[in-house]
């Protein structure tokens, strides 16, 4: 599709040739598999050394974002050495997933305890799965822009 603005012509899609059908599938498809895989071996990683404790959500973290009061849970947890540790998670959102005083599943590296996350599909994969679902949309829109451009091409 081609669009005019202020006289120039910009190219959307893949739609300006095979140059731009491979840049368009590095950046949407390749590059996020690549993360995909990365994310999905550093988890890997780091559950293959992992240690589990149960934790307990002390408070929460809040901050906004984009407008929106975001909540991080706050978990402390003990250590086989008998200290206690916190750890903000790294994931937030809109509510409050937990409530203050439920138990969590933690896991970390005994070697850095500070690696801490709590247990659960998003604080252990959620990367993975964000990447995986963008490379996944970027083949959607691959397929069906071939499809439109095949459709084009059949009935001119």
Known sequence: M???RNGLSLTIGSSGGPLNS???ILIFIVAPLIATGYFW???QD????AEFAEGEVVSYHEY???GTRMYSPIVEFTLPDGNKLQFTSNFGSSSQSYQIGEKVE???RIDD???ARISSIMNLYGFVIFSGAFALAGMVFQLVAKAHRNKITSDA
Do not use: K
Request: net charge neutral; glycine share 0%; aromatic share 10%.
């Open 2 to 4: 081609r669009r005019s």
């Open 113 to 115: 305890p500070e690696s």
């Open 64 to 66: 906004t974002s984009d």
């Open 41 to 43: 071996m550093q988890t």
């Open 106 to 108: 933690v896991v970390y």
């Open 46 to 49: 780091f559950l293959s050394t």
């Open 22 to 24: 491979a840049i368009t």
